[in-house]
């Protein structure tokens, strides 16, 4: 068993005194306010804080996300040619399309073409011409009826590369593959001069 600690010694009649002379000098009640711990604010707290960096990150991950998206045209597009990119036919003739595409002097439809047909993307009517090109693989051409707002661009979207040319007529033709060298060999083809 441990040993007990020793005794307090008794008070002294000095520390009696001083005990009485202190509790006449303080009134007795409640303790000053700042003797009180405060709670820090709300945004100083760890957990508050991990909240609002989870929120800001997330802004900013949905930010980076939209300024990088294609136009809501070039989306219906891309959306278009994953649901058709394995069907294959001719549904038109060739020279409306190539009208479309701004190929009017042409008698051929530029490289190896796999499908031909008039489709819808978000309400218009668009020209769908999936070909390929020897040198660069295969690409879908979209041609619009009707002039639509489009601004020349590509990016990656979806994954599959994009882009926005304009035709020799100076209408907009998206341009869709899975392969980037054949974004450059199809636009090469369609916006060369005539021979």
């Not at 009208?99 to 047909?117: I, K, N």
């Not at 011409?129 to 693989?137: A, I, P, S």
């Not at 295969?138 to 590509?154: H, I, R, W, Y």
């Not at 974004?183 to 090469?188: C, F, G, T």
Request: charged fraction near 20%; glycine fraction near 8%; charge should be positive.
């Amino acid at each position: 068993m441990k040993d007990a600690p020793p005794p307090l010694p008794e008070d002294s009649g000095f520390d009696l005194r001083a005990r009485a002379e202190m509790s006449l000098a303080f009134e007795p009640g409640e303790p000053p306010s700042q003797l009180f711990r405060k709670p820090p604010p709300i945004w100083h707290r760890s957990g508050m804080r991990r909240v609002l960096a989870g929120l800001m990150l997330a802004s900013v991950a949905t930010g980076t996300v939209m300024a990088t998206s294609p136009p809501t045209l070039v989306r219906g597009a891309i959306d278009h040619e994953y649901y058709e990119r394995t069907l294959r036919g001719n549904f038109m003739e060739a020279q409306p399309l190539l009208q479309h595409l701004g190929l009017a002097q042409s008698t051929a439809v530029p490289g190896f073409p796999q499908l031909m047909r008039p489709c819808d993307i978000d309400g218009h009517l668009v020209y769908h011409l999936t070909t390929f090109f020897d040198k660069g693989g295969m690409v879908t051409v979209f041609a619009f009826d009707q002039p639509v707002a489009l601004k020349e661009g590509s990016g990656w979207w979806s994954n599959v590369h994009w882009q926005v040319v304009m035709s020799r007529d100076g209408k907009p033709l998206v341009l869709v593959s899975q392969q980037k060298k054949a974004l450059a060999v199809a636009a090469a083809s369609l916006l060369k001069p005539p021979a």
